[in-house]
């Protein structure tokens, strides 16, 4: 089996921090797009609705991929210190 470079891990948690990280940013700015709908009246509601709406059905899918990053980034740390033992 070919050895994988410690790089591809290191992306992988790169990945997956930025993936999480932008799953929490669209959660905080769906709410307060949200929130500002709720003052707003006419088209800009409806935009502001949609808006918020949008970011906040992307969290879970963000989220889980970053999981999905983060847990692939350290079964491939444990194996690499399987091999090296």
Same mark, same amino acid.
């Given at each position: 089996?070919?050895?994988?470079? +410690?790089?591809?891990?290191?992306?992988?948690? #790169?990945?997956?921090?930025?993936?999480?990280?932008?799953?929490?940013?669209?959660?905080?700015?769906?709410?307060? @797009? $949200?929130?500002?709908?709720? #003052?707003?009246?006419?088209?800009?509601? #409806? !935009?502001?609705?949609?808006?918020?709406?949008?970011?906040? %059905?992307? *969290? @879970? +899918?963000?989220?889980? *991929?970053? $999981? !999905?990053? %983060?847990e692939s980034a /350290?079964?491939?740390?444990? /194996?690499?210190?399987?091999e090296t033992k």
């Amino acid at each position: 089996m070919a050895k994988s470079s +410690p790089n591809r891990a290191q992306r992988l948690r #790169f990945l997956g921090a930025s993936v999480g990280v932008a799953g929490v940013m669209a959660g905080i700015f769906g709410s307060v @797009l $949200t929130a500002v709908s709720w #003052f707003c009246h006419g088209d800009a509601r #409806f !935009y502001f609705r949609l808006g918020g709406a949008l970011l906040l %059905f992307a *969290v @879970l +899918p963000l989220l889980i *991929v970053g $999981t !999905y990053c %983060f847990e692939s980034a /350290e079964k491939k740390m444990r /194996e690499d210190r399987k091999e090296t033992k």
